[in-house]
């Protein structure tokens, strides 16, 4: 394999791709050098047709098509072997109002490491939403609706080694009640209300009369006024997210129309005013996203996930290397789950798909999660199958075939480390092939020592003496 022309271009930067309620990001700007740069100069320079480039283009569509299904916190120890263009996709889902932070720690800078939104519906295409800005290690978004996600990785031709991918999500906005927590929330988006009537478009964070209400992020007052049912009332508007907050039952309200407010700042106190006047003081607070017809959940927005680390990742010191599949063995592409621990404050939406505010006539967007996983792809490995170690996540080995086909399994299922073949001494001289592609690549001849891996569906794959992998076809007449 030759590689006749090379093209260096450096890291990325955020890009945000419009829709009818795109992402946050930190920073929106049109990127320079990207991975849609970088492959446009790939074809330019005419490298998508050689082997390698042909490589490098189909690993990014592997990437895009078969992603490894994970539920957020999550961490993986992943390798690329720079001799074989290649990348990894993630899928997860998020819902509205979080904040999603993924950190990728690398051997170096030259790497892609880009977001895509996936829409439902087979034909639709994934939408770009965010990019690992230039130079750091960190891509971070919020999420405008309760989708899946994809986080494709892909270092640039030559470019592979380790990465240690996490991904972890958490609320987007401040809580709304000076040393108030989720315990205190007693009434739920979706709750009843009038009798069956009509849903609960909120929810209501209880605390003493008086309690400094807050502002939950960058803002500006749009309404200081009072209505029937909610007593005195504060709207702010955040322009970046396209919410509007609303604040009902207040006792004082310490804002004024107009105002700029920040995360923290303080609008007002907890009462009972309006239509709460039988029942202990609170805040009622409800979010709607690009207009008063839609009413969404906030709970997402002010209550971080439970606080759980992703799964300690174990056997990291295997990856990079070969393993043999003990016994035939399904292995999902799913990263395992952090440990569940008892939910101290779940959120009791009756619709666990919820939304919500109390103005009359507003349609509830009842959709607060996103909907339930497509099933992961499960590729099936025979015993004596030889596969290489690409990853470890939690107690699970990631296994890449010669063909690309990737799962996971536990340690259990292989032969590993010293036990992976049996060395041997070449009677003839072989030709050495590709176990990835087939194409032939050299040649070694009679005397030489291999390893025997175990079996792909080219051959018996040996390691040799280099370390690297090869299928061995013997040479007539030598």
Not at 331 to 338: K, S, V
Request: charged share 25%.
């Amino acid at each position: 394999m030759k590689l006749t022309r090379s093209v260096i271009f450096g890291a990325l930067v955020v890009i945000v791709i419009g829709s009818c309620a795109k992402e946050v990001v930190e920073e929106e700007f049109s990127p320079t050098e990207s991975h849609a740069n970088y492959r446009e100069a790939l074809a330019r320079l005419d490298l998508e047709s050689t082997e390698m480039g042909e490589a490098w283009f189909a690993a990014e569509r592997s990437a895009m098509e078969r992603p490894a299904a994970l539920d957020p916190p999550a961490a993986e120890v992943v390798f690329l072997d720079p001799r074989e263009p290649g990348a990894v996709g993630y899928r997860f889902p998020v819902s509205r109002g979080r904040r999603v932070e993924i950190l990728i720690e690398a051997e170096h800078d030259r790497y892609f490491a880009d977001v895509f939104r996936i829409p439902e519906g087979d034909d639709a295409e994934p939408v770009l939403v965010a990019s690992r800005p230039d130079g750091e290690n960190l891509v971070a978004f919020e999420a405008r609706s309760n989708e899946y996600y994809l986080l494709r990785l892909q270092p640039e031709l030559l470019r592979g080694g380790r990465f240690e991918v996490r991904i972890t999500t958490g609320a987007a906005l401040a809580f709304p009640v000076e040393e108030a927590s989720a315990a205190d929330i007693w009434s739920f988006f979706g709750d009843d209300r009038d009798g069956g009537r009509r849903i609960h478009h909120g929810v209501d964070i209880f605390a003493p009369r008086g309690t400094p209400v807050l502002a939950t992020g960058d803002a500006r007052v749009t309404r200081v006024g009072r209505r029937d049912r909610g007593g005195n009332v504060i709207v702010l508007r955040d322009e970046e997210r396209g919410i509007m907050l609303y604040y009902a039952h207040l006792e004082e309200q310490l804002a004024r129309r107009g105002q700029e407010v920040t995360a923290g700042d303080v609008i007002g106190t907890v009462g009972n005013t309006g239509n709460a006047r039988t029942t202990p003081p609170h805040l009622h607070i409800g979010i709607y996203q690009g207009g008063w017809r839609r009413p969404v959940d906030p709970w997402a927005y002010f209550i971080d996930p439970p606080l759980v680390d992703p799964p300690a990742i174990e056997q990291a010191e295997l990856v990079g290397g070969w393993a043999r599949v003990a016994r035939r063995v399904d292995a999902p592409a799913e990263l395992p789950r952090a440990p569940g621990g008892r939910v101290a404050h779940a959120n009791r939406n009756p619709f666990l798909q919820g939304a919500g505010d109390t103005f009359d006539g507003a349609e509830a967007d009842l959709q607060s999660e996103p909907g339930p996983p497509p099933a992961p792809f499960v590729t099936e490995l025979a015993a004596g199958t030889a596969a290489r170690v690409t990853g470890a996540s939690g107690n699970r080995l990631r296994l890449t075939t010669s063909d690309g086909e990737t799962g996971y399994v536990e340690l259990s299922a292989l032969a590993t480390a010293d036990s992976v073949g049996t060395e041997r001494t070449l009677a003839e001289t072989h030709l050495l092939r590709d176990p990835r592609v087939g194409d032939a690549f050299g040649e070694l001849e009679a005397g030489a020592r291999v390893t025997t891996v175990g079996e792909t569906t080219r051959g018996s794959l040996v390691l040799l003496p280099s370390g690297r992998a090869a299928i061995l076809d013997p040479v007539p007449g030598s």
